[in-house]
């Protein structure tokens, strides 16, 4: 039905940069909120940011400032640009969307297969 691929994942030093992308395809009519989430080794996933349809966002309070989500709603992706990395952020990190479809119009939940970010001090 919707596939979402992450991209952009990688190693980097404290201090760096790095550019999560994540594009949806399939049976899409549409698309709700998107949301980027991270799981750290032994630990829960937490939510790091999200953005609704009308571009709302939302940040998990240890990356504010230093986190930016985007969308473009045309090629139905997200972006998660993290700059001021720190080894705390090491993770997986999962892109999430609500998405529309034929069979579920109204939308539901979908996720990627991970993207690993590495950060060392």
């Known amino acids: 039905q919707v596939q979402l691929v992450e991209s952009g994942g990688g190693s980097v030093q404290a201090g760096g940069a790095l550019r999560l992308s994540c594009v949806a395809s399939g049976s899409i009519i549409g698309i709700n909120a998107m949301r980027w989430y991270r799981q750290a080794p032994g630990g829960q996933r937490e939510l790091v940011a999200g953005?609704?349809?009308?571009?709302?966002?939302t940040y998990a309070e240890s990356v504010k400032g230093r986190f930016s989500i985007a969308r473009d709603s045309a090629k139905n992706t997200v972006h998660l640009q993290m700059n001021s990395l720190k080894p705390e952020d090491t993770a997986v990190y999962y892109c999430n969307a609500d998405v529309r479809t034929p069979w579920s119009p109204i939308g539901r939940e979908f996720w990627g297969q991970g993207t690993q970010v590495s950060v060392s001090a």
């Open positions: 953005i609704t349809s009308d571009t709302y966002t």
